[in-house]
């Protein structure tokens, strides 16, 4: 990746594949390097500042897309089916690129049932809450917890692709987060409760990490691939009192959990007792960590076990194998930063220069 500021790229308008916008307004008015782009079929408007975002999803239509610099912006309630992309989740220290960020609560209520949400490369610290949202999709980000707003609200349909989740939680309401087929690909997963693994949620792992912290309950209606299942090593010994039913586990490895295989449709799975035997240097003391440090751990295998125990594609089990490995960098051109000029000119316009980061040239 190299800076770009000559052009946006393909997502984008032409009318932003220039180095320096001249845009009408005033010094105060776009004296913030915060920039939201919204593009509504070859039309882009832009919108500066923490209030970016509010404002472009004001604005926003179904299937729109809302582009975001690196920062931290204000959230508002999406209500609209709207794709949504950011400049990444974590810090790039290749480029330089910093993540979008929202540090307060998060929400999403769409009752559009023919189209859905799609973020991308956004880092969610505070909460992602939910009412209704059917078939949403999300790649490249990290959210510190997940929940829904009420006893009838959940994911249905979900699909999480190189994301990191801190927290899978139900504490509002009692009730599950997800309703039905929710998949995790190459993914990683902490502090997910038993009560979200149900027959009626149908939750899948293809290539992920998954950490259950608790040492009680069924887990049913599970499906997992390549994919590698374990308790903090806080927890004095195995889990040995989690039952399995109605689910299936293919190439996966358990890590202090005893009994996760022996009651479900196994097939070439693996339990070890320490993390040494699997990961390089990640060792499970997660019972005091933040959420900052969790989405920069890279859960890299150890040699010896990243060739000896091969998932059923040949590659290595875990996020880095499969046929998404994780990569937490946008694959998208992505906009770094926005200098506004320090004054206007005389005919009461601004400079404004937008560096953009583009994938692979």
């Not at 609209?80 to 979008?100: E, L, S, V, W």
């Not at 040494?276 to 969790?294: A, L, W």
Request: proline share 2%; aromatic share 12%; net charge negative.
């Amino acid at each position: 990746m190299k800076a770009n500021a000559l052009r946006i790229g393909k997502a984008m308008s032409a009318a932003l594949f220039v180095l320096l916008l001249v845009v009408v307004g005033t010094k105060n008015a776009l004296a913030q390097n915060l920039v939201a782009t919204l593009q509504h079929g070859d039309d882009v408007s832009m919108y500066y500042g923490s209030n970016a975002f509010v404002q472009a999803h004001e604005a926003a239509q179904t299937g729109d897309i809302i582009t975001l610099s690196s920062g931290t912006f204000n959230p508002t309630t999406i209500t609209k089916a709207i794709t949504m992309r950011g400049a990444g989740c974590c810090i790039d220290t290749i480029t330089g690129i910093y993540p979008t960020v929202f540090n307060d609560e998060l929400t999403a209520d769409i009752s559009d049932e023919e189209h859905s949400l799609t973020m991308e490369g956004i880092c969610v610290n505070s909460s992602f809450s939910f009412g209704v949202l059917n078939n949403p999709r999300f790649i490249k980000c990290n959210f510190n917890y997940l929940h829904s707003t009420g006893n009838s609200s959940m994911m249905q349909n979900a699909q999480f692709v190189n994301c990191m989740v801190f927290y899978v939680s139900d504490f509002d309401n009692g009730s599950d987060v997800f309703a039905s087929n929710t998949q995790f690909i190459n993914s990683v997963v902490a502090h997910l409760g038993l009560e979200n693994c149900t027959d009626g949620t149908h939750i899948s792992f293809s290539n992920s990490i998954i950490w259950f912290p608790s040492s009680y309950g069924q887990i049913q209606g599970l499906s997992a691939i390549n994919s590698i299942f374990y308790t903090s090593s806080y927890n004095q010994g195995y889990i040995s009192n989690i039952s399995t039913a109605s689910s299936s586990f293919n190439n996966c490895i358990s890590i202090r959990i005893a009994n996760l295989f022996a009651n479900a449709t196994n097939s070439t799975n693996m339990s070890v007792g320490n993390f040494e035997e699997v990961f390089d240097t990640f060792n499970g003391n997660y019972y005091n960590i933040e959420f900052n440090d969790f989405i920069y751990e890279r859960f890299v295998l150890n040699n010896d076990f990243a060739t000896s125990f091969l998932g059923n594609d040949g590659t290595e089990i875990g996020i880095h194998g499969g046929i998404a490995p994780y990569n937490p960098r946008p694959n998208y051109m992505v906009l770094k930063q926005c200098n506004v000029a320090n004054q206007s000119t005389i005919d009461n316009k601004l400079s404004v220069e937008i560096q953009v980061v583009s994938e692979g040239e």
